[in-house]
């Protein structure tokens, strides 16, 4: 009853309540990014939801597009603006996926949506994380998010699709703000983004 009835309700309700308490910060920061990024706020990116099904994620963006002399795009750590990095230490990067949540791509708590180009990379374990749909925040977040091996993060996201309860997700919004108010594992050690996935698992 909880996964299928009460979650989406919930869902549905909690994220328009918290976009029009949030509009003055999403606001002020659309203006500092739309100037940090020329003319760029927001990222949008396809990204894998319930069953696989593709839909466009919508996030602050951290970093801006400059390039090299080749034509390429500079490392991410040199892309990553001072008001990107203020908005992804505190996670505010996240906030216009409530946008998300509200259409019903996501839920408030489950899975991290990742990139499609790892679809074709997962073994049937890691598939079951596509069960449900993904979420601003999860379990995998509140144990570790970038700072854990990718193995475990499959094996948090697989056991929180078989363990999905009300009393799980309270728990996990709880973590969420003590791991946000502490800024614990925005990044992977020593880099500005996490490290890709390639495929290669233990289980």
Known sequence: MYRNLLKPFFDFFFSLIGLVLLLPILLFFTVLLFWANEGKPFFFQSRPGKNGKIFSIVKFKTMNDKKDSAGKLLPDAQRLTAVGSFVRKTSIDELPQLINVLKGDMSLIGPRPLLTHYLHLYNEFQNRRHEIKPGITGWAQVNGRNAISWDKKFEY?????????????CKILIKTF???????????????TTEPFNGHSNK
Not at 164 to 169: Q, T, V
Request: glycine letters at 4%; charged letters at 25%; zero cysteines.
């Open 157 to 169: 996201d697989v056991w929180y699709v078989d363990h999905m309860s009300f009393l799980l997700d």
């Open 178 to 192: 003590l791991k946000v108010f502490k800024r614990d594992g925005i990044n992977a050690a020593n880099a500005a």
